[in-house]
Structure formats: structure tokens, C-alpha cells
């Protein structure tokens, strides 16, 4: 019962971890290119980043409703 509770954060941190990393490479290259854009960057990784935090969040509830 507790390993499926821990699936949302194991699979959702997984992808997440991905897609973070391609954002983060894309927004240093646009920084780079236009450094008055370095914000954007940031924002768009910490949305990603939003998706893992939610997963550990709905992770930690799952793992205190179950009942021993």
C-alpha cells in the first residue's frame, strides 16, 4: 500500500525531471542569446517544477490516509 502512494511522486518526478531539464537547457540558451529574457526562463522552469511538487504533495497524502 505505501509503494502505490509513492507512485505519483516516483512517475511524475521522473517525467518532470525530463522535461525540466530540456526547459532549464532552453531557457539558459535564450538567456544567453537575449539576457533581458532571463525571467521568462526561470518562470518556465518553475512551472515544470510545479507538476513534482504537486506529486509529492498528493504522494504525502496517500501515504497519511492509510490506516495501520
Given at each position: 500500500s505505501y509503494i502505490v502512494a509513492c507512485l505519483p511522486v516516483a512517475i511524475v518526478g521522473y517525467y518532470s525531471a525530463i522535461r525540466q531539464a530540456k526547459v532549464s537547457a532552453a531557457g539558459m540558451l535564450m538567456t544567453g542569446q537575449r539576457p533581458e529574457m532571463s525571467g521568462k526562463g526561470v518562470t518556465m522552469a518553475v512551472m515544470v517544477e510545479t507538476y513534482a511538487v504537486?506529486?509529492?504533495?498528493?504522494?504525502?497524502?496517500?501515504?497519511n490516509a492509510i490506516k495501520l
Amino acid at each position: 500500500s505505501y509503494i502505490v502512494a509513492c507512485l505519483p511522486v516516483a512517475i511524475v518526478g521522473y517525467y518532470s525531471a525530463i522535461r525540466q531539464a530540456k526547459v532549464s537547457a532552453a531557457g539558459m540558451l535564450m538567456t544567453g542569446q537575449r539576457p533581458e529574457m532571463s525571467g521568462k526562463g526561470v518562470t518556465m522552469a518553475v512551472m515544470v517544477e510545479t507538476y513534482a511538487v504537486f506529486a509529492l504533495l498528493v504522494s504525502f497524502l496517500m501515504v497519511n490516509a492509510i490506516k495501520l
